[in-house]
């Protein structure tokens, strides 16, 4: 059951390419923070009746890790949809499964963990794969192509700021995440942007913010429950095949070349870092268990 709620949570990531496009293509167009703030507060939404039974699990919480995840969160979610609407959704997605190599570099500044040389070889391999990206492509796909390494960076934090939050309940974090983030993102979307919707892109809105964003995150809250989270984190690396494949059938927007053979680059260098992090988990599990 848990290796089938990841591959429908993969599948639901997947759609924000295509919903994200179709959103931005309408009328007059909607701005990427805009569709980041409706997004955030749909998700939030939808989340709230979890996480308001749980709200005493913040209490437990250091403000700063709350402030740092509330902050990586909303660089994470906001760049990436800005991305999507600057760049193909293929090197968006792509870019932003970068995340490992910062969480490589913050986690022995952030959280005290020694960095293992295993990962700092897999995850040069990850680099090959945006140096193939970003010569690549030309020269007008460079702010895209920014914007999307960007979110890769908050992508990266995020995961830091979690290991920080792990005795939160994950609800509660999303949660307020996602409130947190539509209040920062509010003064940019009156400055470049308009909350003004067509009722197309209301519903567009919709279905991005509650299926494709807070019901996939409820899932996979769920799945962790019934399966490793190195499984869990694999399945859901489907998200960078499966995120191209909608968004041409939607809208017909084909994978760069430079993306195509960057790509796999990439993910190869992320399901090395997934590899050795598993492998350090069980060996920290085998010393524990030995010495009680």
């Known amino acids: 059951m848990g290796v089938a709620g990841v591959l429908v949570v993969a599948i639901l990531w997947s759609l924000s390419g295509a919903l994200i496009k179709l959103i931005n293509a309408q009328g007059s167009g909607v701005s990427g923070f805009a569709i980041a703030f409706y997004r955030s507060v749909i998700g939030g939404v ?6 308001y039974s749980r709200r005493e699990a913040l209490r437990r919480a250091r403000a700063r890790w709350l402030i740092g995840s509330v902050a990586s969160f909303t660089v994470m979610s906001a760049t990436f949809v800005i991305a999507t609407t600057l760049t193909a959704a293929s090197s968006a997605i792509i870019l932003q499964y970068t995340a490992p190599i910062w969480v490589f570099l913050a986690s022995p500044l952030l959280l005290n963990e020694r960095a293992k040389p295993a990962e700092a070889v897999v995850l040069a391999i990850s680099m090959v794969g945006v140096a193939i990206i970003w010569f690549g492509s030309g020269k007008g796909d460079s702010v895209g192509l920014a914007t999307a390494l960007v979110s890769g960076l908050g992508y990266g934090l995020l995961m830091v700021s979690l290991r920080g939050l792990r005795a939160v309940d994950p609800f509660v974090l999303v949660c ?14 009156g400055v470049w942007g308009s909350f003004r919707l067509t009722p197309s892109q209301l519903g567009l809105l919709m279905v991005l913010g509650t299926f494709q964003f807070g019901a996939a995150y409820a899932l996979f809250a769920w799945a962790l429950r019934h399966i490793e989270a190195h499984r869990a ?7 960078t095949l499966l995120n191209p494949v909608l968004t041409y059938a939607v809208v017909g927007e084909r994978v760069p070349l430079p993306t195509l053979i960057g790509g796999p680059f990439i993910l190869a260098g992320v399901v090395g870092w997934l590899a050795v992090n598993w492998q350090r988990e069980r060996a920290l599990r085998r010393v524990s268990a030995a010495t009680r």
């Open 46 to 51: 939808v989340f709230l009746p979890w996480a």
């Open 176 to 189: 307020m995440n996602c409130f947190g983030s539509a209040i920062i993102l509010a003064p940019a979307v």
């Open 233 to 239: 984190s694999l399945i859901a690396l489907l998200e």
